[in-house]
């Protein structure tokens, strides 16, 4: 009988296989207590096993290929940098002679102390600090115990399923290295690294399938769906070739996609859109090719301040922002500054300032609010996305905000970095257009101010839905409640389209509404032309929209937003989108 299994999809992909059952050793901690003279002969062992660790993360550091994105060997780093830190090599030690206990026990002490530091904090990225130190920890275990079976990436892995309690980043790096077809784990989330990097590394992958290794066969055939965080044992002859017909329609799909590349982006009645795209980390640049995006509408920086224990300096950010600038090739670059705290928390000494511990962070100090309250975080950037926009096309793009005092502010601060920069004889672009993201109810509601005051308003469906809904994003109790189709949020989204419009200057959108083939032409409608969103969609949504007429769907969509009932709107959507291309 088939047996299905759901987790967190975390990238996309379906991947067919046997399974490789990865079973590690399980760590037992026995505490000893030494006697003093043998407490020498336990603290060599203990270092002897952080070396022994240290040199397998050097080995997995060296089989990172050549073309993959830098962060993959900053996610390895990372591991070596904790493996370096006193806390883990030196106070286990102290651990060792203060307790007169072996190097197992103090191990385990140190990070019972590490994880209490990190609190009972509920948040997810914190979550992956904690996985971070697990790892590290355990491989210093792992390499203490003598008979513990050391488990490698081999050949033999090459086209089967990895299903694991949990991997490290530098698993996930050996097993592309090694041609693995995809991997389950049982433990996980959307933010750890291992997830991001099967993201960047494009191996289709599902966490969080408790207990899975309970029911797998080793060497079975299983099927994975990284988009629907779906895994399949036992598939049936019936269920297998269907999987591979959607494996080889994907394939088909990607390849009719890509015939637009070179396709104008512009409607069947002549409205010129601008598809752009999101981008994070650096892999994003390599997909932005494949698929001639106008630009990006979104550049997060917030991947420039994780993984490191120091603010970056303006000489770091703008190296980067001209290494991006150089891929684009002359397209304009969309700088967003930096939106830390809530979800996108930092670690090391940077970590108090966005006060994770803050008791509601969503409505706390982050983003515009915390850069505006910390200039030695902010003023570094804006005087490297300054600087860069002589190198360049760029926008720069606030988030987060509240009011329009916000806005003057930060104005203020521009106009005084552009001062110092020309006192220096730097060179910058005195026309830098600054625009604001609409993400708050509030701001979205008196859109017509901010639309005075800025150059470019871009909506953040994202935290727009958050607050206005009053959902957490990342709570999946209440997803349920997530409805971008909520006629609270399409007013407001109106509203903002307006209040540009009225004052002439252009509304993108770059939230994840924007690339979702449900609501793109449902956005037409309503006047949006600018879409900004992960690459990988952008080709989709253009073959979505180029078909549609906008004067046709702005009728549709009045109709659509006079609707009584949801069930009326829902019946008005399918409509809309029945002629979809891809329908
Ligand atoms: C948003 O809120 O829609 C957005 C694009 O920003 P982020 O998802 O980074 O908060
Ligand atoms: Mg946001």
């Avoid at 990372?78 to 030196?90: C, E, F, K, P, Y």
């Avoid at 290494?323 to 397209?331: D, I, M, T």
Wanted: hydrophobic content about 40%; charged content about 25%.
């Amino acid at each position: 009988m088939s047996l299905m299994f759901s987790g967190i999809g975390v990238s996309r992909g379906i991947a067919i296989g046997n399974a490789y059952l990865l079973r590690r050793n399980q760590i037992d901690v026995t505490s000893r207590t030494l006697l003093k003279k043998g407490i020498p002969a336990e603290v060599r062992r203990f270092k002897r096993a952080v070396k022994d660790a240290r040199a397998q993360l050097l080995m997995a550091r060296d089989n990172i290929p050549k073309d993959a994105p830098s962060d993959v060997s900053s996610f390895i780093e990372t591991h070596i940098l904790m493996l370096d830190d006193a806390v883990l090599s030196q106070r286990p030690v102290e651990i060792i002679k203060g307790e007169m206990i072996n190097a197992e026990a103090a191990l385990q002490q140190q990070r019972e102390e590490l994880i209490k530091a990190f609190g009972s904090m509920d948040d997810s990225y914190l979550a992956t600090r904690i996985d971070d130190v697990n790892h590290v920890i355990d491989s210093v275990l792992r390499a203490l115990d003598d008979g513990a079976e050391n488990v490698v990436a081999s050949e033999q892995w090459k086209g089967q399923i990895i299903v694991a309690d949990d991997l490290t980043p530098a698993d996930t790096v050996s097993m592309q290295h090694h041609g693995v077809a995809g991997f389950v784990t049982e433990t996980g989330g959307q933010l750890s690294h291992t997830a991001i990097l099967a993201r960047s590394l494009g191996i289709p992958a599902i966490v969080g399938v408790s207990n899975i290794r309970r029911y797998i066969k080793p060497g079975e055939v299983i099927t994975l769906d990284g988009r629907l965080g779906m895994v399949l044992a036992e598939p049936t002859e019936e269920m297998l070739s269907d999987f591979r017909r959607q494996q080889k329609e994907t394939r088909l799909r990607q390849r009719e996609l890509a015939k637009l590349i070179d396709t104008e982006a512009v409607t069947a009645d002549g409205v010129q859109l601008k598809l752009m795209a999101n981008i994070e980390i650096e892999e994003d640049l390599k997909a932005l090719k494949r698929v001639s995006a106008k630009g990006v509408g979104l550049y997060r920086t917030e991947f420039l301040y994780m993984n490191r224990e120091t603010v970056p300096t303006e000489q770091e950010h703008f190296k980067v922002y001209t290494k991006v600038l150089r891929a684009l090739k002359g397209e304009t670059l969309t700088i967003r500054t930096a939106d830390l705290g809530a979800d996108k928390q930092v670690d090391g000494q940077m970590a108090s300032r966005t006060r994770p511990q803050a008791h509601n962070p969503a409505m706390g100090l982050r983003g515009i609010r915390l850069c505006l309250s910390d200039t030695s975080l902010f003023l570094p950037q804006l005087r490297a996305i300054l600087r860069a926009s002589a190198r360049g096309p760029i926008h720069m793009l606030l988030p987060m905000l509240t009011n329009v005092a916000e806005v003057a502010q930060c104005l203020e601060m521009v106009s005084q970095v552009k001062q110092s920069l020309r006192d220096e004889n730097i060179e910058f672009d005195e026309n830098m257009l600054v625009g604001g993201m609409i993400e708050v109810p509030a701001a979205a509601i008196a859109a017509e101010q901010f639309a005075r005051q800025l150059d470019f308003l871009s909506i953040g469906t994202n935290d727009l839905i958050q607050y206005t809904l009053a959902i957490d994003r990342i709570d999946d109790q209440v997803d349920y409640l997530y409805d971008p189709m909520h006629p609270a949020v399409l007013s407001l989204i109106k509203n903002t389209i307006d209040a540009g419009q009225k004052a002439g200057i252009p509304v993108a959108m770059c939230g994840e509404m924007a690339g979702d083939a449900r609501y793109v032409r449902l956005l037409l409608g309503l006047g949006l032309t600018e879409f900004s969103m992960p690459p990988n969609l952008i080709l989709e949504t253009k073959k979505n929209l180029i078909t549609c007429r906008r004067a046709t769907l702005k009728k549709q969509v009045s109709t659509l937003l006079a609707a009584r009932s949801s069930e009326e709107m829902l019946a008005q959507l399918d409509k809309i989108n029945a002629s979809a291309p891809s329908n």
